[in-house]
């Protein structure tokens, strides 16, 4: 199947996700999934998220030829402006101050799903031939990084409990 037609699909079907999620729930919030079902949709959105960032990211540098670095490059600078727009929203519109913002639950589903095409794009840059665009690493170097990096990230967050809500404490 060609990848403009994937990512359009998984486009629609992450859309779809959410306007059903949302119809049935009134919220697609991670701090209200506290049923069966709105568990369910969480756990059908990161599946569609996972397929849609994989093919955006393939459709971006190989079928718009943009190549691993630039997609890379793009994906990053998207996650950038998600993260300056509810910064600035968040201040203008004074949220900060009443608790946490309805556009904090937006700003988090965007950048989660484009963090999904970001992973990819670093991952196929990383492991990809030279002469493809990449690094030349190899998928085995590079899973074994990857590995490496979460494991690091988990065991720090679970001996500082940096993540951890201040009322957990």
Do not use: C, H
């Not at 949302?22 to 369910?40: G, P, Q």
């Not at 990809?128 to 998928?139: D, F, R, V």
Request: net charge neutral.
């Amino acid at each position: 199947m060609p990848l403009a037609a994937t990512t359009i699909a998984f486009a629609i079907s992450q859309t779809a996700t959410f306007g059903v999620w949302y119809a049935f729930e009134k919220t697609f919030s991670i701090y209200s999934i506290d049923t069966s079902r709105r568990e369910l949709f969480y756990w059908l959105a990161i599946l569609v998220t996972f397929a849609l960032g994989t093919a955006a990211s393939d459709f971006a540098a190989e079928a718009l030829k943009l190549g691993y670095m630039t997609a890379l490059l793009i994906v990053a600078g998207m996650i950038a402006l998600v993260t300056v727009v509810y910064y600035l929203v968040r201040t203008a519109s004074g949220d900060a101050k009443r608790g946490e913002p309805t556009n904090s639950v937006v700003a988090f589903w965007l950048a989660y799903i484009l963090a999904r095409p970001l992973g990819a794009s670093i991952g196929d840059y990383m492991s990809e031939n030279q002469s493809a665009g990449g690094l030349g690493i190899g998928t085995t170097a590079t899973s074994a990084m990857f590995l490496t990096a979460i494991l690091a990230v988990v065991i720090f967050l679970t001996v500082t409990k940096k993540d951890a809500p201040a009322s957990a404490l």
